[in-house]
């Protein structure tokens, strides 16, 4: 794969997250506009039309990404008892950071992530689109985002340095999308997660068990008191 080919697909990636981040304001903008009074019926289509999209326009790109690589070691794989064990250790990762980040902010070493505080008060004034898109919407796309598309487009089945440079530059763009980068133990916190997500990518070969993996963090997180 050669420079320019890694940065056209750098530059896609960004362009994802712009569509990611442009469909979050299209799904959050009715109930905010409305102070929170819109039928939840309503931002539930508005979410699936959106997300929906959004979702099968990733699961594409990904795929596309995927063809050029030969051998073609990505692709759904059965859950086997390696694979269980490794998730089992990857859940008890998130609970140590969530544990860590948790002891963190009650000893005052550090305070809550700015965006955590913002998603707080969002959830208040918005809770059915919030929901949806903390719960439902963010671990698809965000592992697309971060795992299946940035990971891929970098060459990372040619060399150990190459699969290194493609996991380091997912975990940190990962946390840097989360968090401010000067605040620092809540971007570590952040760094901890997405080395959970690639991990797992990068053990099991597909994508289904990030998407799961994410899926739980996020429910746990948004409905734990």
Not at 35 to 54: K, N, Q, R, S
Not at 184 to 197: D, E, H, K, T
Not at 210 to 221: K, Y
């Amino acid at each position: 794969m050669h420079i320019g080919k890694i940065l056209g697909r750098l530059a896609t990636v960004v362009g994802m997250f712009f569509l990611y981040s442009l469909a979050q304001v299209i799904v959050l903008m009715p109930a905010l506009v409305s102070d929170g009074h819109t039928a939840w019926w309503l931002d539930g289509i508005l979410f699936l039309l959106v997300f929906g999209a959004l979702i099968y326009f990733c699961v594409t790109v990904y795929h596309y990404f995927l063809r050029s690589e030969v051998p073609r070691v990505y692709h759904n794989q059965r859950l086997n008892r390696s694979r269980v064990k490794f998730l089992v250790l990857m859940i008890l990762a998130l609970v140590v950071v969530q544990a860590l980040n948790y002891v963190l902010v009650r000893t005052g070493i550090t305070h809550e992530a700015e965006n955590q505080i913002e998603l707080m008060k969002l959830m208040k004034t918005a809770t059915v689109p919030m929901v949806l898109l903390t719960v439902l919407g963010a671990p698809p796309v965000e592992e697309f985002i971060f795992r299946g598309l940035l990971m891929h487009a970098f060459p990372h089945q040619a060399t150990v340095r190459w699969r290194w440079l493609a996991g380091v530059v997912s975990v940190v763009a990962f946390a840097t999308a989360h968090t401010m980068p000067t605040d620092f133990w809540n971007w570590l916190l952040y760094a901890g997660m997405g080395a959970v997500f690639t991990a797992t990518y990068a053990y099991t070969k597909d994508i289904r068990y990030d998407i799961g993996l994410h899926f739980l963090n996020n429910l746990v997180a948004t409905f734990l008191p």
